[in-house]
């Protein structure tokens, strides 16, 4: 078993930065680089929509198009952290954003990041964008 736990959420005004954590943690055995891991996030009567994914190394990375250029998928596999870079922030960007982890080392090979790939998800944190 999985357990991923999000932070770093909060309210911010338009043009602004966040910086989302993830850390992820597990039964015996677990082991961070084994996954790929993914930010989702879920606007209030909006489906669940897929932002980024980065393989188990770090060295690919996938992003939606509604974010490419202004957020930075990252993480440090000796800490079991994932971490989202948010900058330019826009009203639109309003949402709970998800972290979840998916095994097998690496993202999906097309777009779009879907969720049914991805077995683990934390309980989100809330980013509030401001005009």
């Known amino acids: 078993q999985v357990q991923v736990v999000e932070s770093g959420g909060g309210l911010v005004q338009a043009g602004g930065s966040l910086r989302l954590s993830c850390t992820a943690s597990?039964?015996?055995?677990?082991?961070?680089?084994?996954?790929?891991m993914g930010w989702f996030r879920q606007a209030p009567g909006k489906e669940r929509e897929g932002l980024s994914c980065?393989?188990?190394?770090?060295?690919?990375?996938y992003y939606a198009d509604s974010v490419k250029g202004r957020f930075i998928i990252s993480r440090d596999n000796t800490n079991n952290t994932l971490y989202l870079q948010m900058n330019n922030l826009k009203p639109e960007d309003t949402a709970m954003y998800y972290c979840?982890?998916?095994?097998?080392?690496?993202?999906?090979?097309?777009?779009?990041?879907?969720?049914?790939?991805?077995?683990?998800w934390g309980q989100g944190t809330q980013v509030t964008v401001s005009s």
């Open positions: 597990g039964s015996s055995g677990f082991r961070f680089d084994e996954y790929a």
């Open positions: 979840a982890a998916r095994r097998g080392y690496y993202c999906q090979r097309t777009l779009p990041i879907t969720a049914t790939a991805f077995g683990y």
């Open positions: 980065i393989s188990w190394s770090g060295v690919t990375t």
